[in-house]
């Protein structure tokens, strides 16, 4: 009996060491509404439970401020966020190291550690900044390729009514930046309001001209500009930071899995513009569900089996 008793206990603690090899833990995974959040937030959460991680699923939690309020707070522990909204968050939008990919991710990755104990990931090379993009039919007609040429088509008072979210709208980052560096503005009803901040929905309103909506504001990755016919206008005046994809995450959470960077920093090293700009398509174009497009990319790409 003393026998079997012992030979059971070894058994048990044996299951218990080989179950404690395989859990590792739980990560809460956070992204922004927009499809590429969506996108690069699936893509973390589907390497972590392949991994052994018991993820819990926030993709698609809110706008920036949400976000960003969620993961300082301890909320979540890791999202995507984007190198150039340091300039923001820090307050140094006059600062030229942002318009620099390699100076302005050193510098969010120096300012967040500092201040809220969040470390930057590797970015990917792509750079998705906030852009205007409009119809091509008024590119054509209007003769507009800058943000300069239409600054002056407004100023003339050309027909012009853009679809953006509230952030575009209000945010110095964005539409606020474009009216101070090219003297113009617009009339409250020169815009249409969306919720939340998926380019998607912005650009069909411009490409179906809901509302007489003829432009909508748009990011550098966007899959979905060449099927709605859509033409993004030269920040000729290099008024927007750079914009590249990376994973953050909380410091104590990195401590705890020091081997993150291992497991996520190759995938967004493999993320150029083009793969994002083709992976964004095929959910916005093609009606792809997001987790369903990055398991794909993951598995073609040999990270998750």
Not at 52 to 60: E, L, M, R
Request: aromatic share 8%; glycine share 8%; hydrophobic share 45%.
């Amino acid at each position: 009996m003393k026998l079997s008793k012992i030979l059971v206990t070894l058994l048990i603690l044996s299951a218990t060491v080989i179950s404690c090899g395989t859990q590792k833990g739980s990560i809460v995974v956070g992204s922004k509404m927009d499809t590429e959040g969506a996108l690069l937030g699936n893509m973390i959460k589907l390497v972590l439970e392949q991994k052994g991680y018991s993820v819990v699923d926030k993709i698609q939690l809110g706008g920036t401020p949400i976000v960003r309020k969620a993961i300082i707070s301890g909320e979540i522990d890791l999202y995507p966020e984007y190198t150039g909204n340091g300039a923001f968050f820090f307050n140094e939008a006059e600062n030229p190291v942002w318009k620099d990919a390699s100076k302005a991710y050193a510098r969010v990755k120096e300012l967040d550690l500092a201040k809220n104990n969040l470390v930057w990931l590797q970015p990917a090379s792509a750079n998705n900044t906030w852009a205007i993009a409009v119809r091509k039919d008024l590119a054509a007609n209007a003769g507009l390729k800058t943000l300069s040429d239409l600054a002056s088509y407004v100023n003339k008072g050309g027909g012009f009514k853009l679809a953006g979210s509230e952030e575009f709208v209000n945010s110095p980052a964005a539409l606020p930046a474009f009216y101070q560096a090219y003297g113009f503005t617009l009339k409250p009803e020169q815009l249409l309001i969306l919720s939340g901040g998926n380019t998607a929905t912005t650009e069909k309103a411009a490409s179906e001209g809901t509302d007489g909506v003829n432009a909508a504001m748009a990011y550098g990755t966007d899959g979905q500009l060449a099927a709605f016919q859509l033409f993004v206008l030269e920040d000729d005046k290099n008024v927007q930071p750079v914009y590249q994809p990376a994973p953050v995450v909380r410091k104590a959470v990195l401590e705890k899995y020091p081997e993150l960077p291992k497991l996520l920093d190759p995938i967004f090293q493999k993320l150029d513009l083009v793969t994002l700009q083709t992976l964004n398509a095929r959910i916005v174009v093609e009606g792809k569900i997001p987790e369903d497009v990055a398991r794909e990319w993951l598995k073609a790409a040999g990270f998750i089996k």
